[in-house]
Nanobody, 116 residues
Framework: QVQLVESGGGLVPVGGSLRLSCVATGFPFRITSMAWFRQSSGKARELVASITSGGNVEYVNSVKGRFTISRDNAKKMILLQMNDLRTEDTAHYYC??????????WGQGTQVTVSS
């Protein structure tokens, strides 16, 4: 059974930092591409950052230079370090694993709220 459990969200002021964690179980983590998505009220879910099994990373332009995705295969975990947070980063953040056919499985998510 696939499980993706996120933690680390919260309320922070503009310019602050948070680190999101996701623990993954139920699938071969080491060979699976992983990602963080986010969805804010009234908007579509968007891919924020991804990391392949080989460690290649990609980011949406709006977070480049501020967010860092990483993975720890021994702990079956991915992280998202978020620095210099902006009000527009406020969203529900979801951990995701890549599946066949370019689809994704998501966790329940964790809320990030950036206050001005």
């Amino acid at each position: 059974q696939v499980q993706l459990v996120e933690s680390g969200g919260g309320l922070v002021p503009v310019g602050g930092s948070l680190r999101l964690s996701c623990v993954a179980t139920g699938f071969p983590f080491r060979i699976t591409s992983m990602a963080w998505f986010r969805q804010s009220s009234g908007k579509a879910r968007e891919l924020v950052a991804s990391i392949t099994s080989g460690g290649n990373v990609e980011y949406v332009n709006s977070v480049k230079g501020r967010f860092t995705i990483s993975r720890d295969n021994a702990k079956k975990m991915i992280l998202l370090q978020m620095n210099d947070l902006r009000t527009e980063d406020t969203a529900h953040y979801y951990c995701a694993r890549a599946t066949a056919g370019s689809a994704w499985d998501w966790g329940q998510g964790t809320q990030v709220t950036v206050s001005s």
